[in-house]
Nanobody, 125 residues
Framework: QVRLVESGGGLVQAGGSLRLSCAASGRTFSIYAMGWFRQAPGKEREFVATISWSGGETSYADSVKGRFTMFRDNAKNTVYLQMNSLTPEDTAVYYC??????????????????WGQGTQVTVSS
């Protein structure tokens, strides 16, 4: 079955950087888009970024545009989220996700069928 495992979360000071990783297994990684979402305490899970199966197309939430970069290494079955200039508002559990359909660029949270267990990111002021 499809398995997504996030890593790289932790505690960082405001202005710092972190790189999250998501290792995928269970199917051919290179033909599926991937996404990152986050959920802060008491809030709904929100979109952060999406990347196409080839890595040639990316989309970002306005709140992270210019600070976060999503990229993938299809040879390693891994997708990454480089997070720079972090602020306390970025504190959340970060999840990677993937759609059920191959060669499909997801546009909404409902387009994603598979989710990881999440990794905690805490940004102190």
């Amino acid at each position: 079955q499809v398995r997504l495992v996030e890593s790289g979360g932790g505690l960082v000071q405001a202005g710092g950087s972190l790189r999250l990783s998501c290792a995928a297994s269970g199917r051919t990684f290179s033909i599926y888009a991937m996404g990152w979402f986050r959920q802060a305490p008491g809030k709904e899970r929100e979109f952060v970024a999406t990347i196409s199966w080839s890595g040639g197309e990316t989309s970002y939430a306005d709140s992270v545009k210019g600070r976060f970069t999503m990229f993938r290494d299809n040879a390693k079955n891994t997708v990454y989220l480089q997070m720079n200039s972090l602020t306390p508002e970025d504190t959340a559990v970060y999840y990677c996700a993937s759609p059920r359909r191959s060669s499909y660029y997801p546009r909404t949270k409902d387009d994603f069928s598979y989710w990881g267990q999440g990794t905690q990111v805490t940004v102190s002021s």
